[in-house]
């Protein structure tokens, strides 16, 4: 029996999720994660009253780093100093989330694989351009594959998501 044949479910209406409210990523080396994140990518690290309280204490021993992307999207880091590499084989998966995507203005996006190409980072593939926009793939220090993606410079107006 499919779900469609069986008695609807208790479900959340559209709209009842406003937004991610963070993504949590384990990491090997805290320091190295922390410049990727912070110099490389450009985010805001937040500390002191900014850290949400519930991480306070860990992020004083050092095993968690926060991060905020200007939409206000959460990037939790956890260190976890024995975290196995991926596979040797960067296509092959070793989580099951696949990618997380930042988005950027069209004309910022060349400057952004400049600066990944300047600082020596892992590119998976890209950059590609497609109906929606144009996207690079490359490695976080742990392995976890990261976009940068832009719209199309004439839909810069109305957002897609790819």
Aim: hydrophobic share 35%; glycine share 6%; proline share 9%.
């Amino acid at each position: 029996m499919t779900l469609s044949q069986e008695a609807q479910p208790i479900c959340l209406a559209p709209g009842n999720l406003r937004r991610v409210h963070h993504i949590a990523l384990n990491v090997k080396d805290m320091g190295v994660s922390r410049y990727f994140y912070g110099n490389i990518l450009g985010l805001h690290e937040l500390t002191g009253e900014e850290i949400p309280k519930t991480l306070t204490k860990l992020v004083a021993e050092g095993k968690v780093a926060n991060f905020v992307t200007p939409d206000g999207t959460v990037i939790d880091l956890f260190w976890e100093p024995d975290l196995l590499p991926p596979d040797s084989d960067p296509q092959k998966a070793f989580t099951r989330a696949n990618h997380l995507a930042f988005d950027i203005a069209p004309q910022l996006f060349d400057r952004a694989v400049e600066v990944l190409k300047q600082n020596k980072i892992q590119i998976d593939h890209g950059p590609v351009t497609r109906p929606t926009g144009r996207g690079i793939y490359f490695y976080d220090p742990d392995g976890f594959l990261i976009e940068i993606r832009c719209d199309p410079i004439n839909q810069e107006q109305s957002p897609v998501n790819s």
